[in-house]
């Protein structure tokens, strides 16, 4: 049986590890969270360091190996380049410690897969406020964890009232959704931090 593999994943999470390797946390589309090492990435020589960037929507050619995967070969479907400015960068690791601290250990989770998608090509569009985009997207993927209950933290009802909403649809539907409705910002973005932390019973580093 041949032990290689093709997915897509976004790349969530990336570090140094033995000599010149990295190690990596990567979404797939087929296999949800999983993790991988490229060995010599770090290499002057590499061929492959430029394209493992965290936020790269890749190809990969994955080998299995006894405790975890190898990087074969990847390719770079889109850059979503989080580092060309602060709120791009801020936007993308609290999307990816949220993603990191709840999705399961390969386990394909298609709906989120591509709601998270969708969030990483619009914070690198310029079009929309970051805020707003990350209420759109986390609250639309927080009931998916299976961790949504109303009377988790108390609210006013109109604030509740967009969560009620926000967490019952997609994230381009909230998308559409969001330029149409006043609301406080703070107030929601405050109770999505708070929420998580009591869920994780941690503080979140990127909020």
Not at 30 to 47: R, Y
Not at 111 to 119: G, L, M, W
């Amino acid at each position: 049986m041949n032990s290689e593999y093709i997915t897509q994943g976004i790349i969530l999470y990336a570090k140094n590890f033995k000599d010149e390797d990295k190690f990596y946390r990567i979404f797939t589309f087929e296999n949800g969270l999983i993790s991988a090492v490229a060995k010599s990435v770090s290499s002057p020589k590499s061929k492959l360091s430029g394209f493992l960037m965290p936020g790269n929507l890749c190809l990969f050619m994955l080998s299995q190996g006894k405790t975890i995967n190898k990087i074969a070969q990847v390719s770079v479907i889109n850059s979503f380049d989080v580092n060309k400015n602060f709120r791009a960068f801020l936007s993308f690791n609290k999307m990816s410690e949220i993603l990191l601290n709840f999705l399961p250990e390969n386990m394909q989770e298609k709906y989120i897969y591509k709601n998270t998608v969708e969030f990483l090509k619009d914070v690198n569009s310029n079009l929309y406020n970051e805020s707003d985009l990350e209420i759109c997207y986390l609250l639309c993927i927080m009931k998916k964890f299976g961790f949504y209950e109303k009377n988790k933290i108390s609210l006013n009802k109109k604030e509740m009232r967009i969560i009620d909403i926000f967490t019952e649809n997609t994230y381009l539907k909230n998308r559409q959704l969001v330029l149409k409705l006043n609301y406080d910002k703070l107030i929601i973005l405050n109770y999505i931090k708070t929420y998580f932390e009591k869920v994780l019973e941690k503080k979140l580093n990127s909020f």
